[in-house]
């Protein structure tokens, strides 16, 4: 609902992103939160008031128990790094990265949909243009892309993303990320055209005829079940593709590299660890 996805993203990123300031960030998304709402639909005070009192809550439960599910994680990241690494290793931790997600996204429908009903008519059709605006600007943003500009945009995704966590990196390691690129299968369209679908959903949920708040989270739980087979299928070799470059990578990883990346695990540990005493200390 009401920019889920970019609340959800919001939250992985503070807690796994392994900044610095992980620990100062993290305790002020009751403020944060309701700004970023606020790019899809204006709220007024009062219903300020209430996503105030609704994400209280709703932070606690993720602070106690959520955070400590997260240290586990880096665990077993830990002692999976101690060995090489397979595809399956790769898998395995994207798995619990997806569950954490999906945790989340199953709590957060709580206070989403009680919001939801409090909104005007005139909001609900401000949050749908809105999605319907973004729509407009991510086809504009991806599909004017040549294939050969996708590939490269991809092959810079992974080259950043891995650098941020390796260092630099030598030119067999980004050989092995260009022939990932490669094999890509294009997904920009068809994701594109899921989203349109989801919008297209958003809309019927939002007429708030009764039981729209139960249908919302049933066509989420079915999700798998609606979205369409050749999106599936591009989706699991696209993943397939990547979690092979990842370990191939990863195995590759210098001296110094390694130190770095068990450094970023070990800070973001440290800033786990410290918002977990924090809410045990209140």
């Known amino acids: 609902m009401y920019r889920v996805c970019r609340v959800y993203l919001l939250l992985a990123l503070l807690v796994l992103g392994g900044c610095s300031s992980t620990t100062f960030v993290y305790n002020r998304l009751d403020f944060l939160l309701p700004w970023y709402l606020d790019d899809y639909v204006e709220l007024n005070t009062v219903q300020d008031q209430f996503l105030d009192d609704q994400l209280q809550p709703f932070l606690a439960w993720h602070r106690d128990l959520e955070l400590p599910l997260y240290l586990q994680i880096l665990d077993d990241i830990d002692r999976r790094l ?53 729509q407009e600007k991510y086809e504009k943003k991806y599909l004017k892309r040549s294939d050969q500009e996708y590939r490269r945009d991809s092959y810079d995704s992974l080259v950043d993303n ?95 590299q390694d130190t770095r990346l068990r450094k970023k695990i070990a800070d973001l540990r440290e800033d786990l660890q410290t918002l977990v005493a924090q809410g045990q200390a209140q």
Do not use: C
């Open 162 to 256: 891995l650098q941020d966590y390796l260092g630099r990196m030598d030119k067999d390691q980004k050989q092995v990320l260009e022939s990932a690129s490669e094999q890509l299968m294009r997904s920009d369209a068809i994701w594109l055209r899921e989203r349109a679908s989801w919008v297209q959903r958003m809309e019927e949920f939002m007429r708030r005829e009764p039981g729209w708040q139960q249908a919302v989270r049933d066509s989420i739980k079915r999700r798998s079940e609606t979205v369409a087979a050749d999106y599936v299928e591009l989706y699991e070799h696209n993943l397939g593709v990547i979690y092979a470059a990842l370990a191939e990578t990863l195995n590759s990883r210098t001296e110094k």
């Open 82 to 134: 101690d060995r090489q690494l397979t595809v399956d290793d790769i898998a395995a931790i994207s798995l619990e990265f997806e569950d954490a997600w999906f945790r989340l996204e199953d709590r957060a429908l709580d206070w989403l949909l009680a919001l939801g009903e409090r909104l005007t008519q005139e909001q609900v059709q401000e949050f749908l243009a809105a999605l319907w605006e973004q």
